[in-house]
């Protein structure tokens, strides 16, 4: 049974929707505050190459996660103090630090006698549960054939939503999307809040980077992360902003992205670029469908989604 | 005690003052440069060799301004594409795939009509076939974004991957008109028809460069001296005010979208016809959409600035492989571009802003209590 196409397909979808969670997870909480990160996938990207630099440095994968969140939460501090601070267009700082951010994860990448480019990662993790628990059907590859960050990520996800809609932080957090002036009134600090979950999403996206380039591949080449950045934007809109439903997007987007693999395996052969095209297509029709079946309500995201907070000041 | 603590107060400019607007895209890439330079000599590097080979080899001689040209005439046409789109606040960000899939209706006009149709003619056909490729791709986009309110930013994207995977296709896994059918070590586009492809002007310059310009004016014309550019501009301002002076908004947002595809699918044209003679991905796939954003940016969405702007990115690119050559890694100059477009954008604040040191306002003057 474990061995099945369709066992196979959602094990895979499994392993390559954990960095879109992440990912998404992280810029759920971004965009809850009201800031719009479009530099995921370059976050992801330099991620991915100083997780990958810090595992061939110490001989440990794990060593390469905290790497890739360090850094992640690094360039979140810059992208912050640009889009909160200086009230930067966020669209435009976006993507200046997705273009910026493939320059540099691709430059890191190739210094030096001998660069990172095309080599494998000297460590990697390997699954939590050996052994007998795997080899049982069905739920063994399924619930305990995964390493350590796919069971963290289930639990960042329980313990986001549980944050965003049970807890009075989490309330506070959604009115400084929703409505910063009348939160700062509150006596809310709508820019500390701000700060603080620009920053924990991208070192999300870093930790998604780092997790593609040590456990995923897992090896460096420039690009690697390949749009993955880009499909987490879009499924943070398809999840309608909401963790558990970000799981199951990512989960499904996963899938699809493998679908030509696990079918090739099987003996099927279609174009490359047929099944390449096809999370991208699947993104499009989702969000025309999420857009149609709000039609006339606007978007369900945070209401004021991508706009500097500034206070009404008297001159 | 009223007022007596001291703060930094940020007042808004009316508008900013040339010298800051026509500084802004120096003092961007001057401080780009610099953090370039720095992360040269933290990996070890010499900045100022890297950078002087980069002049050299973008502007020393002939040959390689006449490079930076052919460069530029693409560069020019995203420029422009994202220009119009941004000035309406739609974030157009598939000048990339737009310029795709101009480049594939570009070869397909070319590889079909060439032989059979007199020079002039079957350039222009081809200059069209670029630019209705662009605009119907953008289609794809508008019409969620103006019917649903789809967000235009992710839709276009995801578009990008989708018309990279259709270039990818038509070359690398199918037998179409558009492949050479000698198939050598790799799979390679088909050559156009001599008489299909740009004139040249100089050396390897063809007349893309000069088609930019014009573009380029005509689109300053048609953003800054019609109505059509100046409801575009209104909705861009404020999308209220423009649905209150009768602006059709969806409408203005198709049409946008439309035009904004044109430029980028013309790019696409300009580099089938005007540099390569082929519909070769591996050197069609190469940032000149996104840098389109970059070239935007510096040029403040003023069409006519896209041209120096876009010379000057262009020469940036011509130098990437000489760095290579000089030992120092090509992804440099994309690192560079990226802090350009970083800077350039954190400078629009000093632009809107001003930082003064000021009295803090007694609590009583907050709450409108002034004593008159």
């Keep these: ?315 | 005690m009223i007022g007596s603590s001291r703060q930094l107060v940020l007042e808004q400019r009316a508008r900013p003052p040339l010298w800051a607007r026509v500084g802004l895209p120096f003092a961007s890439v001057g401080v780009a440069a610099l953090i370039g330079a720095l992360f040269l000599r933290v990996s070890g590097y010499d900045p100022a060799s890297a950078y002087s080979t980069m002049i050299d080899s973008a502007f020393g001689g002939r040959f390689a301004i006449g490079e930076t040209l052919v460069e530029a005439a693409p560069l020019v046409l995203t420029g422009l594409s994202v220009a119009i789109a941004f000035n309406l606040l739609l974030f157009n960000v598939g000048a990339e795939g737009q310029l795709y899939v101009g480049a594939i209706g570009a070869a397909g006009v070319a590889l079909v009509l060439g032989n059979h149709v007199p020079g002039p003619v079957v350039v222009t056909l081809v200059i069209l076939g670029g630019a209705l490729g662009g605009a119907l791709f953008a289609l794809l986009a508008a019409i969620p974004r103006a019917y649903l309110g789809t967000s235009e930013i992710v839709v276009t994207l995801m578009l990008n991957f989708v018309a990279l995977n259709i270039l990818n296709y038509l070359i690398f896994s199918s037998a179409s008109i558009f492949r050479d059918p000698v198939v050598r070590l790799f799979p390679t586009g088909r050559a156009i028809p001599e008489a299909a492809r740009f004139p040249l002007l100089t050396g390897r310059v063809n007349i893309g460069i000069l088609l930019a310009a014009f573009v380029a004016v005509v689109i300053w014309l048609l953003l800054g001296w019609t109505r059509w550019g100046f409801e575009v501009r209104i909705v861009g301002d404020s999308a209220a005010a423009a649905l209150y002076a009768g602006v059709n908004l969806k409408r203005k947002i198709i049409e946008a979208f439309l035009v904004s595809g044109a430029m980028a699918g013309l790019a696409g044209a300009v580099i089938v016809a005007g540099r390569l003679g082929s519909l070769e991905p591996r050197a069609i796939v190469s940032n000149y959409g996104y840098l389109g954003i970059l070239v935007a940016a510096l040029a403040r969405l003023n069409a006519l600035a896209c041209v120096p702007v876009a010379i000057f990115i262009a020469a940036m690119r011509t130098a990437g492989p000489s760095m290579q050559r000089a030992g120092v890694p090509d992804s440099i100059v994309l690192m560079l571009q990226g802090a350009v477009l970083i800077f350039a954008v954190i400078g629009e604040f000093w632009l809107r802003y001003r930082v003064r040191v000021a009295q803090r306002h007694p609590a009583a003057l907050v709450r409108g209590e002034r004593a008159t």
């Design chain 1, 1 to 315: 049974v474990n061995d099945s196409v369709v066992i196979t397909l959602v094990v895979s979808g499994i392993a390559f929707g954990t960095p879109l969670l992440l990912a998404g997870v992280g810029e759920i909480l971004a965009e809850r505050s009201g800031v719009l990160n479009l530099g995921v996938e370059g976050l992801m990207l330099v991620g991915a190459v100083s997780g990958f630099w810090m595992t061939q440095q110490t001989g440990g994968a794990l060593f390469g996660i905290v790497g890739g969140i360090a850094v992640g939460a690094l360039m979140g501090l810059f992208f912050a103090a640009a889009a909160i601070t200086l009230r930067v267009n966020q669209v435009v700082l976006g993507l200046a630090f997705w273009i910026f951010g493939i320059g540099l994860s691709s430059y890191i990448g190739e210094i030096g006698a001998s660069p990172l480019a095309g080599t494998r990662a000297r460590a990697t993790l390997r699954p939590v549960f050996g052994g007998g628990l795997s080899d049982l059907p069905i739920v063994g590859p399924v619930i305990f054939g995964h390493d350590v960050i796919v069971y963290i990520s289930w639990f960042l996800v329980a313990a986001a939503s549980f944050y965003l809609f049970r807890t009075r932080a989490g309330l506070v957090l959604r009115a400084v999307g929703d409505d910063p002036a009348s939160s700062d009134a509150m006596g809310v600090q709508v820019n500390l809040m701000r700060y603080v979950h620009v920053v924990v999403g991208a070192a999300g996206a870093g930790v998604a980077g780092a997790y593609v380039s040590v456990a995923l591949i897992p090896a460096w080449v420039e690009q690697l992360t390949a749009g993955l950045g880009w499909i987490a934007i879009a499924l943070v809109v398809v999840s309608g902003w909401r963790p558990w439903r970000a799981l199951v997007g990512a989960y499904v987007f996963g899938a699809i992205s493998r679908l030509g693999f696990v079918l090739q395996v099987g003996g099927v052969k279609l174009p490359a670029e047929l099944l390449g095209v096809m999370p991208y297509l699947f993104a499009i029709v989702a969000l025309v469908l999420v857009s149609m079946s709000r039609r006339g309500r606007g978007s369900e995201g945070p209401v004021h989604l991508g706009q500097p907070y500034v206070r009404e000041e008297l001159a």
